[in-house]
């Protein structure tokens, strides 16, 4: 869980128990951003990757697993950034921003693949998502600030294939997707209703089923990943609204007169489990989610902490005048041969340093340096 109210933010774990006591350390901490941080989203099938977005207008891509910047796009927007969004394998990322425009990015090109002006007319906010199906939603506002939703194709940008409009409102409309289902869920902020859609393959595209309202507006809209729905009672969302001083959680269900587990309604989806690790993401490498299925409810898996490993320093220290790397003891740093009569250093042992190294202490497992306390 990785708060976003400081440039430097920190990942902080949720466990499975009780804790006794407050948690006051984050697992690890990012530090990149120049100004506060407003965008967190993990990346659909790379281990560890987290995006985060500032508004200091930069996009950065984290390795949480070792607490390392993989990827900083600090020339692509050039104002804040509104949301960004990825697409089902996490090839591609979308992003909505001040300038009024939609960006289609390949983060490890660090490219602009498509780019839309103006999508909507209004000078509101805009919000887009992927489908599926590499389409892409958005929503926003018209010239005569009417809230509009619209459906795009990459491979042919310039119009939309939908464009509805909605209502006057001025909440800025925040859409969550199922892509089990197809359906669209539009919450405006400081609205008391939910508007859903569903997203098909032919004419109109996009087509309205109902509208959940309630009495009091939502400050804010949480969405429940599918894995945690309730399959025996056929709940196919959930929402936790946001409240002054509480958090109501919101269940849409389809009204089933069987207790059989319903498969149309719950088609395998992705799991926790990562498809790939971030280097080999980072490497261009790319996979669809590891699904699995609901039929018996999701039991989360055992000893699933997050563990960050740090890369040692040492590995990376260029050699110094006078220094050879031991080819037997990469990463560890030994000193070349002396006039005759000088002392070497044994096989395993690290010579004596002088210098800012003097009180360096290093202890071998035969291969490499496996903990070090650094003085002065």
């Keep these: 869980m990785p708060p976003s109210s400081q440039p430097c933010h920190g990942v902080w774990q949720i466990p499975d128990y009780v804790p006794v006591r407050n948690m006051t350390e984050p697992v690890v901490t990012l530090e990149g951003h120049s ?14 990757v987290l995006l985060s977005a500032g508004g200091d207008n930069l996009v950065i891509l984290w390795n949480v697993g070792t607490g390392e910047m993989l990827l900083r796009l600090d020339e692509v927007h050039t104002d804040l950034i509104y949301n960004a969004c990825w697409n089902r394998n996490g090839s591609l990322l979308v992003t909505t921003c001040k300038d009024k425009h939609v960006r289609v990015i390949d983060p490890r090109k660090q490219q602009v693949v498509a780019e839309k002006s103006k999508p909507h007319q209004g000078a509101r906010p805009v919000r887009a998502i992927f489908m599926a199906d590499g389409k892409i939603f958005t929503t926003g506002f018209s010239r005569m600030s009417e809230r509009q939703l619209a459906l795009w194709d990459l491979k042919s940008f310039e119009e939309p294939i939908a464009l509805q409009e909605m209502d006057t409102s001025n909440g800025v409309l925040l859409p969550f997707y199922d892509p089990d289902s197809s359906i669209v869920y539009l919450c405006g902020k400081g609205d008391s209703s939910i508007r859903y859609f569903e997203i098909t393959d032919e ?16 400050r804010g809209m949480g969405f429940m990943p599918k894995r945690g729905l309730d399959v025996s009672k056929c709940e196919i969302a959930r929402f936790f609204k946001l409240h002054e001083r509480k958090c109501e959680p919101i269940a849409m269900t389809v009204p089933r007169k069987s207790d059989l587990f319903q498969d149309d309604l719950y088609p395998d989806t992705p799991g926790p489990e990562p498809a790939l690790e971030a280097d080999e993401w980072l490497s261009g490498k790319d996979a669809e989610p590891v699904l699995i299925s609901l039929r018996d409810g999701y039991v989360p898996a055992k000893n699933r902490e997050l563990k960050v490993v740090r890369k040692n320093v040492l590995d990376s220290r260029p050699p110094r005048s006078g220094e050879t790397e031991p080819s037997s003891f990469p990463g560890l740093w030994a000193r070349a041969p002396g006039p005759p009569g000088a002392s070497r250093a044994s096989p395993g042992a690290l010579p004596a340093a002088r210098g800012p190294w003097r009180d360096t202490a290093v202890a071998c497992d035969g291969l490499r340096g496996v903990g070090c306390r650094m003085g002065p």
């Design 203 to 218: 004419p109109p595209y996009v087509h309205y089923l109902s509208t959940y309202s309630s009495k009091e507006p939502q």
């Design 35 to 48: 100004k506060r941080v407003g965008i967190l989203t993990w990346h659909p099938t790379a281990r560890n």
